[in-house]
C-alpha cells in the first residue's frame, strides 16, 4: 500500500481530531467484587511482580489470549465434536488456560503502571481482545459441559457476546467501566474454570446427573422440591438468561440512564444503538438454528464461532475506541453484512427458493471468516498504527530507553528498601 493511501485509510478508520483526545484520555473503573479485592488482588499484585520490566503491557494481554488459543487448538485436534468424553487433561487445561487469561487480563495494567507506559491504546487492545475471547472462552466451556452443537451448546458459547456489548455499551456513555459484587470477568470465569476443572476430575457426565444426587438432599435444606429430577444442564440455559436479564442488563440501562440525564442528554435514542446488536443476535439465531441450515448436523460450530469472535470483536471495539476518543456511536460495520447473507442462505426454502447443500453451506461459512479475517486484521492494524505514531509508543515493545529508566527506578527502590532494612 502507497504511504498516501495508507494514511487514507488510516484517517478512515480514526481522523486526527478524534485522535486529539487520546493525549487526556484516564482510564476509569469501578470494581466491587470482593472476591476481586480480598483474593485476587493479592494473587495479582503478587504476579505481576514476576513479569520482566522489558515486557509490553499489551504483551502479556496477548500472551493471555494465547491460552485460549492454545485450547482451542487442542480441542480441534482432540475432541473436535465438543461433546467427547475427552481426556481429563484437556479439560484441566481448559481451566488452567482460562484462569492464566483471566490472570494476565488483570495484570496488564498493572504491568504498564509499573512500566510507565500507559495509555489509551492498553485498553483497547485490552477490552479487543476480551471481545475476541467471548466467543472461545465459551466455547470451551461448551465443549467442557459435553454440549456439543446442540442448541445449548450455541446458546453458551455465543450468549456472552451480549453482557459484553452491555458493559462495553455503558462505559461508552459514562466513561466508567463497572464491575458489580458479581461480575462476568471475575465470578463469571472463576465459575467456567470451576465446571472446567470439575470435568476434568469426574468427567462431563456431571453434568447431567440429578443435581439432588450430586449435592445431596440434606444439603438443599428441604428445597429439593425446587430442582426436582433436574440436572445442571436441565437449568444451565436459564441460569445464563436470568444472570443476563437480572443480574447485569438492568444495571447497565440504570447507570447509562443516570450519565444521560447528569449531562441534560436525551436517553431514548441509546437504546436505537442496540440495533446493531439486535442485528447480529437474530441473524445468528435465525442461521444455526434453522431447520434447513446444516452447520450444525456437520459440526461447524468452531469455525462459525472463530468467525463471530471476530465480528463481534470488530463491533465492539469500535465502540471502545469511539469512548476512548469521544466520536459518535458507531452503529455499523461491513463485517455484519454476510451474517445477514448467512441468515437468508440457511432459510432460502422460507422463500421458496431450494435448499443450498451443506457443502455450499460450508464454503460460505470459510469465505466469510477469511473476510472477517482479512476486514479485522486491517482496521486492528490500521487504528494500533495510527494510534502509536501519534502518542509516540510502541505497541508490543518498550523501548530500550524505557526499559534502562524503569531498571534503574527498580535498583533504587531495592537500595531504598534495604537500607530501610539495615536501619
Not at 230 to 249: K, P
Not at 259 to 276: D, M, Q
Not at 416 to 421: H, R, S, T
Amino acid at each position: 500500500m502507497a504511504p498516501n493511501n495508507s494514511k487514507k485509510a488510516a484517517a478512515e478508520c480514526i481522523s486526527d481530531d478524534a485522535l486529539i483526545h487520546l493525549k487526556s484520555y484516564k482510564y476509569s473503573s469501578v470494581d466491587k467484587s470482593p472476591v476481586s479485592y480480598y483474593i485476587l488482588r493479592p494473587y495479582w499484585n503478587a504476579f505481576v511482580e514476576l513479569m520482566p520490566l522489558w515486557l509490553a503491557p499489551n504483551m502479556v494481554t496477548l500472551i493471555g489470549f494465547g491460552f485460549i488459543l492454545v485450547n482451542i487448538a487442542l480441542l480441534v485436534i482432540v475432541m473436535p465434536d465438543l461433546v467427547g468424553p475427552g481426556p481429563s487433561w484437556l479439560y484441566l487445561s481448559f481451566a488452567f488456560g482460562l484462569f492464566m487469561y483471566q490472570t494476565m487480563d488483570n495484570i496488564d495494567g498493572k504491568q504498564a503502571r509499573r512500566t510507565g507506559t500507559s495509555s489509551g491504546l492498553g485498553e483497547l487492545f485490552d477490552h479487543g481482545i476480551d471481545s475476541l475471547n467471548c466467543t472461545l472462552g465459551s466455547l470451551l466451556e461448551t465443549a467442557a459441559m459435553a454440549l456439543g452443537t446442540s442448541k445449548s451448546g450455541v446458546f453458551t458459547a455465543l450468549c456472552p457476546c451480549l453482557p459484553m456489548f452491555f458493559s462495553t455499551w455503558e462505559t461508552y456513555h459514562t466513561h466508567t467501566l463497572y464491575l458489580g459484587y458479581v461480575n462476568g470477568p471475575t465470578e463469571g470465569l472463576l465459575i467456567a474454570c470451576s465446571l472446567m476443572a470439575l470435568s476434568g476430575i469426574y468427567g462431563p457426565g456431571i453434568w447431567t446427573e440429578r443435581i439432588v444426587d450430586l449435592v445431596g438432599a440434606h444439603n438443599l435444606f428441604g428445597y429439593e422440591h425446587l430442582v426436582g429430577d433436574h440436572s445442571i444442564r436441565d437449568i444451565w440455559i436459564l441460569v445464563i438468561v436470568g444472570s443476563l436479564l437480572f443480574g447485569h442488563m438492568p444495571f447497565c440501562v440504570l447507570n447509562v440512564v443516570k450519565a444521560r440525564r447528569r449531562n441534560n442528554l436525551p436517553v431514548l435514542p441509546v437504546f436505537l444503538e442496540w440495533i446493531p446488536m439486535g442485528v447480529y443476535t437474530f441473524s445468528i439465531g435465525a442461521w444455526l438454528y434453522s431447520p434447513h441450515s446444516t452447520l450444525l448436523r456437520e459440526n461447524h460450530l468452531v469455525l462459525f464461532c472463530l468467525t463471530m469472535s471476530l465480528v463481534f470483536g470488530r463491533m465492539t471495539t469500535k465502540m471502545i475506541l469511539a469512548h476512548l476518543t469521544r466520536q459518535p456511536f458507531p452503529y455499523w460495520t461491513v463485517m455484519l453484512v454476510p451474517l445477514v447473507g448467512g441468515a437468508i442462505l440457511g432459510n432460502l426454502p422460507r422463500f421458496g427458493l431450494p435448499a443450498v447443500t451443506a457443502q455450499v453451506e460450508h464454503l460460505y461459512l470459510w469465505a466469510y471468516f477469511v473476510f472477517a479475517f482479512i476486514v479485522y486484521s486491517r482496521w486492528a492494524y490500521l487504528v494500533t498504527t495510527s494510534i502509536c505514531n501519534y502518542l509516540g509508543i510502541n505497541c508490543l515493545t518498550i523501548p530500550y530507553e524505557k526499559q534502562m529508566e524503569n531498571k534503574r527506578k527498580l535498583e533504587q527502590e531495592r537500595a531504598a528498601a534495604n537500607g530501610k532494612k539495615a536501619q
